[in-house]
């Protein structure tokens, strides 16, 4: 199984909104009972590309409109890069990142904790994947 998890860069501190996480870091997880998680990579986040690097809290919101094909695009992109994923662990996604990783059979993963550190995240979220 794979876990996407949006991050600021290598130091795997965890983007504060999925869709403008500049990058995902991949994790497998193993085990059964006891599970563990290996970094497999980062991987750039193309819909970003070219932004200035920035973290939105979780009090941003999309102001574009329903049918802004051209955002919606973006975000099917972003879908694409972590497409071999099951799961993709947020604080906050707009209605367009939930929508584009559910057309590509990603699920989203609340995550409503503390900790920064996306390996720390995953191991206190272990139990919601199955």
Known sequence: MKIAVPVMDESLKMAGN???TP???VFNLSGGMFKSFSLEG???NPKVAGEED???DEHHTCDHDADDIEHIRAHDTMADTIE???YLVVKMACKNTAKSMSNV???LQKYNGS???APKILTELA???K
């Open 105 to 107: 059979g990603v699920k």
């Open 42 to 44: 980062l991987r750039a």
């Open 84 to 86: 071999d994923c099951d």
């Open 127 to 129: 139990s919601q994947f």
């Open 115 to 117: 900790e920064v550190l």
């Open 23 to 25: 990058y995902f870091a």
């Open 18 to 20: 999925a869709g403008h």
């Open 54 to 56: 920035h973290d939105h």
